[in-house]
């Protein structure tokens, strides 16, 4: 009898992990970063730059541009309120220690432009020297019920036409493959793009040939002076092109 209760309840323990293991499995995300320290990378791309925000915690900027970092883009905002708690020291620190500095704006498919250019506008000084402004378009946790294309190219425009006038200078599009399969096929080619695709290629991709500024090819990189990984990212040109870049 003790036997038989022992098998028993072992039967239901495994039952319970199996059903434990396949409910979380589904709801794992469909979106998931590799590395890609196996790729060997085309030798033209020299000029390698870092994208941060509070989740990088806080930086020892003293550490960054002696490892070769040439430029950085911080998080400034998203949506029409939230603020990134890092980004007011990470722009000083950048400023500091002289590495080319940006900000981007991630862009809630749910919210109207207006709004959310206010918002990076209120966040995001005026500033001659800073690298163009860039509108982080994704879909992966963005709003439960994403526009139709047409909706989506009216607001995206409201937004990058509302930041050019206000910094004299045109913002860049950062894209991933599933955003611009949906709205940007064919759209914005006026707009330099900076591709995110970690996934193992030797080239960024983007469902539609278009030359591209910058290529996000890891989320894992590894940084002195930053704990965790950060985001890697090539700058598609040679020091003649990155220089006009800087100083546009």
Same mark, same amino acid.
């Given at each position: 009898?003790?036997?038989?209760?022992?098998?028993?309840?072992?039967?239901?323990?495994?039952?319970?992990?199996?059903?434990?293991?396949?409910?979380?499995?589904?709801?794992?995300?469909?979106?998931?970063?590799?590395?890609?320290?196996?790729?060997?990378?085309?030798?033209?791309?020299?000029?390698?730059?870092?994208?941060?925000?509070?989740?990088?915690?806080?930086?020892?900027?003293?550490?960054?541009?002696?490892?070769?970092?040439?430029?950085?883009?911080?998080?400034? &905002?998203?949506?029409?309120?939230?603020?990134?708690?890092?980004?007011?020291?990470?722009?000083?620190?950048?400023?500091?220690?002289?590495?080319?500095?940006?900000?981007?704006?991630?862009?809630?498919?749910?919210?109207?432009?207006?709004?959310?250019?206010?918002?990076?506008?209120?966040?995001?000084?005026?500033?001659?020297?800073?690298?163009?402004?860039?509108?982080?378009?994704?879909?992966?946790?963005?709003?439960?019920?994403?526009?139709?294309?047409?909706?989506?190219?009216?607001?995206?425009?409201?937004?990058?036409?509302?930041?050019?006038?206000?910094?004299?200078?045109?913002?860049?599009?950062?894209?991933?493959?599933?955003?611009?399969?949906?709205?940007?096929?064919?759209?914005?080619?006026?707009?330099?793009?900076?591709?995110?695709?970690?996934?193992?290629?030797?080239?960024?991709?983007?469902?539609?040939?278009?030359?591209?500024?910058?290529?996000?090819? &890891?989320?894992?990189?590894?940084?002195?002076?930053?704990?965790?990984?950060?985001?890697?990212?090539?700058?598609?040109?040679?020091?003649?092109?990155?220089?006009?870049?800087?100083?546009?």
């Amino acid at each position: 009898m003790k036997f038989f209760k022992f098998i028993l309840a072992l039967s239901i323990l495994i039952l319970i992990s199996l059903l434990l293991f396949f409910f979380f499995k589904t709801k794992e995300p469909n979106f998931i970063a590799q590395k890609n320290e196996s790729i060997a990378i085309p030798k033209e791309y020299k000029i390698q730059g870092i994208d941060v925000s509070h989740y990088q915690g806080k930086i020892n900027w003293k550490n960054i541009k002696p490892q070769g970092i040439r430029f950085v883009y911080m998080k400034a &905002t998203q949506g029409i309120s939230f603020q990134d708690k890092r980004f007011h020291y990470n722009w000083q620190e950048a400023k500091k220690y002289k590495i080319p500095y940006g900000a981007y704006h991630f862009f809630d498919l749910c919210k109207k432009a207006s709004s959310q250019a206010k918002n990076f506008i209120r966040t995001v000084a005026k500033d001659n020297k800073m690298l163009p402004p860039v509108v982080d378009l994704e879909l992966f946790k963005n709003c439960a019920n994403p526009p139709e294309r047409e909706e989506f190219l009216k607001e995206l425009q409201i937004f990058v036409d509302k930041l050019e006038a206000h910094y004299k200078k045109r913002p860049m599009l950062y894209v991933i493959w599933d955003v611009f399969e949906k709205y940007l096929i064919g759209e914005m080619k006026d707009y330099s793009l900076w591709i995110s695709d970690p996934w193992k290629h030797t080239e960024p991709a983007i469902p539609e040939k278009r030359d591209w500024v910058l290529w996000q090819y &890891t989320y894992e990189g590894k940084v002195k002076g930053i704990s965790g990984h950060v985001d890697w990212n090539y700058f598609n040109g040679d020091e003649t092109e990155f220089t006009h870049w800087i100083n546009q």
